[in-house]
Antibody
């Protein structure tokens, strides 16, 4: 059974930093692209970033580019999101998700497994 | 790419057939997925590539469309189907979701 478990959320002040982690199990982590998606409580879903299997390609949504860094450690089956210069509008539940790309030259795919999410609150 | 879903809220009864529309601001071919989300839970994949049913998803869920207009149809609504539904495009160097359609019990 595919399992994804996020951790690292919490309360942080504007301008601060936070590192989220996601540990995967039940599948060969190094075979999959992985994504982060966030959701402001009560609002819709927003794709944040994704990373190729070997870490050689990463893509970011405009609101987080330059402030967030996605990374992975295939030996530890883990995906990370380093968030810096945090803003009030970054407050959300952050999900990690396994991504399936439609063909070898794609850079985006659909998300077939999700973690339960971790809440990040940016507030003074 | 902007994804626009309609309606934002849909009231229906058990046994009804409902349709949710998702429009893309540009041609995304068939690179579209549909998700179901219940309160406090992570989204669940229903359909990918516009019309391919994810394994384990009941056959009353049906997706169609290509280009810029897509439809999710749910036949014979069951109590478990009342939730929020999102479309997602995955065509280019970023992904984006529709704003969601809340399906509520009439």
């Amino acid at each position: 059974e595919v399992q994804l478990e996020e951790s690292g959320g919490g309360l942080v002040q504007p301008g601060g930093s936070l590192r989220l982690s996601c540990v995967a199990s039940g599948f060969t982590f190094s075979n999959y692209w992985m994504s982060w998606v966030r959701q402001v409580p009560g609002k819709g879903l927003e794709w944040v970033a994704n990373m190729k299997q070997d870490g050689s390609e990463t893509y970011y949504a405009d609101p987080v580019r330059g402030r967030f860094t996605i990374s992975r450690d295939n030996a530890k089956n883990s995906l990370n999101l380093q968030m810096s210069s945090l803003r009030v509008e970054d407050t959300a539940v952050y999900y990690c998700a396994r991504e399936v790309l439609p063909n070898p030259w794609s850079t985006m795919g659909y998300l077939d497994s999700w973690g339960q999410g971790t809440l990040v609150t940016v507030s003074s | 790419i902007q994804m626009t879903q309609s309606p934002s809220t849909l009231s229906a009864s058990v046994g009804d057939r409902v349709t949710i529309t998702c429009r893309a601001s540009q041609n995304i071919k068939t690179w579209l997925a549909w998700y179901q989300q219940k309160p406090g839970k992570a989204p669940k994949l229903l359909i990918y590539k516009a019309s391919t049913l994810e394994s384990g998803v009941p056959s009353r869920f049906n997706g169609s469309g290509s280009g810029t207009e897509f439809i999710l149809t749910i036949d014979s609504l069951q109590p478990d189907d009342f939730a929020t539904y999102y479309c997602q495009q995955y065509d280019l160097y970023w992904s984006s979701f529709g704003q969601g359609t809340e399906l509520e019990i009439k």
